[in-house]
């Protein structure tokens, strides 16, 4: 199955609020860190639902948001959850992102990066758009420092990206993107129960699930285009 029917399908059975409810917890916190002034044109890479532009609208005026996604229906869906002239939702390939060089002041992707079929190459392209001291915030779970998503591969038919945090920064320098932060925010709004709750259908232990939540949370890297 292909990124694009597996994703529709998502999008089909209404998991892409189900991903927004989730990716809040801690996407909400890199939104923040932002540093967007009105006016600004953003893109969100792997848009899903649409909830990041949404909330850029509101929280900071931004001029344009482009909602890129590699799904038809998630696009259409975030189309129809976004009543905003300002906010578009455009069906593409994270190989070939289709805005103009030098056009956007920052590009936001939460849980989507490591879709990317050539990685180096995505973040060429995300150099390529940025203008002049424009950033990337890229936010994912997947990664190594993060041992419980190892197994998440085993549960989806498309190959994706399992970096480390020096792998990550040593990506971004290649492809001409200054790193200048790189932190992990810890998901502090799921419930972990009291010890003696374990094991759960998900969990073996509350140290694991403390691990994955608490420690390791999101890992945001952050780019700068010179």
Not at 6 to 27: C, I, N, P, V, Y
Not at 149 to 159: G, K
Request: proline letters at 4%.
């Amino acid at each position: 199955m292909s990124a694009r029917e597996e994703f529709d399908s998502w999008a089909a059975e209404g998991r892409d609020k189900g991903m927004e409810d989730r990716h809040w917890h801690t996407a909400k916190h890199v939104l923040a860190r932002m540093p967007v002034e009105a006016g600004d044109a953003v893109v969100d890479l792997g848009t899903g639902s649409g909830y990041a532009l949404r909330a850029l609208r509101e929280t900071a005026d931004i001029g344009r948001g482009y909602g890129l996604d590699g799904a038809p229906e998630m696009a259409r869906n975030a189309a129809d959850y976004t009543d905003d002239d300002a906010v578009g939702f455009l069906v593409g390939d994270f190989d070939a992102l289709p805005l103009a060089d030098n056009s956007v002041d920052h590009v936001f992707s939460m849980e989507a990066f490591y879709y990317a079929r050539d990685p180096i190459h995505t973040l060429t392209e995300i150099r390529r758009m940025l203008r002049p001291g424009g950033t990337f915030y890229c936010a994912v779970n997947y990664y190594e420092e993060n041992e419980a998503s190892h197994t998440w591969q085993d549960n989806i038919a498309i190959e994706m990206t399992r970096w480390n945090r020096a792998e990550y920064r040593a990506a971004f320098d290649e492809a001409g993107l200054h790193v200048a932060e790189q932190d992990t925010i810890a998901d502090r709004e799921i419930d972990i129960p009291p010890a003696e709750a374990f094991p759960t259908e998900d969990w073996e232990t509350r140290a694991a699930m403390i691990d994955r939540y608490r420690t390791w949370g999101t890992l945001l890297t952050v780019g700068v285009a010179p």
